[in-house]
């Protein structure tokens, strides 16, 4: 009994916080969630911070061109 009055208050709870951040989000944001990915934010920008997949595209062409110039043949 004492198990179910617990599962029972979890639920609640839960359904109070589902609720309260859906007036968040209806309300005080005009219905838009922030846009949390580092390439958006100007501040990490300026300080030269990326997210872990652009620096791997980074690295990736970095290796291209360095492969390209190895494999370059003059003068036949």
């Given at each position: 009994?004492?198990?179910?009055?617990?599962?029972?208050?979890?639920?609640?709870?839960?359904?109070?916080?589902?609720?309260?951040?859906?007036?968040?989000?209806?309300?005080?944001?005009?219905?838009?969630?922030?846009?949390?990915s580092?390439?958006?934010?100007?501040?990490?920008?300026?300080?030269?911070?990326?997210?872990?997949?652009?620096?791997?595209?980074?690295?990736?062409?970095?290796a291209?061109?360095?492969?390209?110039?190895?494999?370059?043949?003059?003068?036949?």
């Amino acid at each position: 009994m004492k198990m179910l009055q617990v599962i029972l208050l979890v639920i609640v709870l839960m359904g109070i916080v589902v609720s309260v951040l859906s007036i968040h989000v209806l309300i005080i944001k005009d219905g838009k969630f922030l846009y949390t990915s580092i390439g958006a934010n100007k501040y990490k920008k300026d300080r030269g911070v990326t997210s872990a997949r652009t620096f791997d595209k980074i690295e990736q062409v970095k290796a291209r061109k360095a492969n390209r110039f190895n494999e370059l043949i003059l003068g036949k």
